[in-house]
């Protein structure tokens, strides 16, 4: 089967991430996939050329606008898919004008943000024959727009660095550092709260001398927090690792995986710190809760309230014994609940089913 999937980047983030898997599956499972991009370049697109797969751009050159989309529909209709994937918020603002271009495809939106819809996004949505997303939430967003049930799938995310966080020693398996060692993953963008993160490090020192926080990301506002890291004098404690593809080893090394993001869905890094065995603690927004079992494998606090965050943060650091029980939970839930061969067979089952029977 000819299926296209299109992202308007291949920037680093969770659903670019989750296309090229995606992509990838389908691709061993022999269909003929295409990834289509609005911009040339990106961090992945390496990743994607190094699994084999086609990316096709619309612009020839980068303009460095990740909504043009020159062409779309008349390459579209060259490539004559049979189905399109809609990922990432640009992409599926053009659902509604591919639905109706696109008179023999089946055009699959998706929804796996947190954040508002915009116009474009709302009206592809409501006209969608088939909507995909990563968690409860979503689909509740979703019939609160007036979108019928039977038109809504969720599949969570698939934990995909799977096989190279297996290939590591769970973390429970080995003693919590004395000091402490948190990390974030996460770009470095308004919505993800990375100076209120930084601005508790010194509370959190108080209690925990020697504490270590490592920054995994890059983004617009990463030499804005470096400034302030400098600023309050905790430069031996806060490391920004920038982009990295270890993260599997990082994990490894950490022994609290933490989320103050105020914008999610199903954050990619709680589900793989829970696959290494790691336990968490996150800000419950959106479908966070769905990703880990408050109080057995992490802790869920109220948004925004950064004193009792680090509470949390704390009572997990604290206590030898608990650590392990939360460490253990997690490695055992994450590796029930996000699998990626099942996670992703499913997702591809259900968009299959949809074809054949439409």
Same mark, same amino acid.
């Given at each position: ?11 680093v983030?969770?659903?670019?991430s989750?296309?090229l ?11 003929e ?16 050329f ?5 990316v ?7 303009f ?6 020159p ?6 209709q060259?490539?004559?898919?049979e189905? =399109?994937?809609?990922? $990432?918020?640009n !992409? %599926?603002?053009?659902g509604?004008?591919?639905? +109706?271009?696109?008179?023999n495809? /089946?055009?699959v939106?998706t929804?796996r943000?947190?954040?508002p819809?915009t116009?474009?996004?709302q ?5 969608a ?17 007036g ?23 769970p973390?429970h ?5 004395a000091?402490g060692?948190?990390?974030?993953v996460?770009a ?9 993160l930084?601005?508790?490090?010194p509370?959190?020192l108080?209690?925990f ?5 490592t920054?995994?990301g ?5 030499g804005r927090?470096?400034k302030? =890291?400098?600023?309050l $004098?905790?430069? !031996? %404690? ?6 990295? +593809?270890?993260?599997?080893?990082? /994990? ?6 933490i ?6 869905s199903?954050p990619?890094?709680l ?7 790691l336990p968490v ?6 479908g ?5 079992l408050?109080?057995q494998?992490?802790?869920l606090?109220?948004?925004?309230d950064?004193?009792?965050f680090?509470?949390?943060?704390s009572?997990?650091l604290m ?5 392990r ?19 992703f ?5 259900c ?5 054949t029977?439409?």
């Open positions: 089967m000819r299926i296209v999937i299109y992202q308007d980047y291949l920037r983030g969770g659903t670019e989750q296309s898997y995606l992509a990838k599956r389908l691709l061993d499972m022999g269909h996939v295409t990834v289509l991009t609005n911009r040339p370049g990106g961090r992945l697109r390496s990743q994607a190094e699994s084999g797969l086609a096709k751009n619309l612009q020839a050159f980068d460095h606008l990740n909504w043009f989309a062409d779309l529909v008349r390459q579209l060259n490539l004559r898919p189905i =399109v994937l809609l990922m $990432g918020r !992409a %599926n603002g053009t509604s004008l591919l639905q +109706r271009k696109l008179r495809t /089946l055009v939106s929804v943000t947190g954040r819809f116009r474009a996004y009206k592809s949505l409501k006209s024959p088939l909507i995909c997303c990563n968690s409860v939430f979503a689909a509740r967003r979703l019939e609160q727009l979108i019928a049930r039977n038109r809504i799938a969720v599949h969570p995310n698939p934990c995909l660095r799977a096989s190279d966080i297996d290939a590591l020693a973390r398996t080995r003693p919590r550092s000091n060692h948190l990390i974030y996460a470095f963008v308004p919505g993800k709260n990375h100076a209120s930084i601005r508790l490090m509370i959190l108080t209690r001398k020697g504490l270590t926080l920054l995994v890059e983004g617009p506002l990463q927090m470096q302030l =890291v400098r600023s $004098g905790l430069d !031996a %404690n806060i490391v920004f690792a920038g982009y990295r +593809r270890d993260i599997p080893e990082l /994990l490894a090394q950490a022994d609290l995986a989320s103050p993001s105020l914008e999610e199903l990619n890094a589900v793989e710190a829970q696959y290494a065995g603690v996150a800000f419950e927004v959106a966070v809760g769905e990703c880990l408050h109080g494998s992490g802790l606090v109220p948004p925004g950064m004193q009792e680090g509470k949390a943060v009572s997990v206590d030898e014994a608990s650590w029980s939360m460490a253990e939970s997690a490695h055992r839930f994450a590796h029930l609940t996000f699998e990626p061969n099942l996670r067979d499913a997702f591809i089952e968009v299959m089913k949809y074809r029977a439409s």
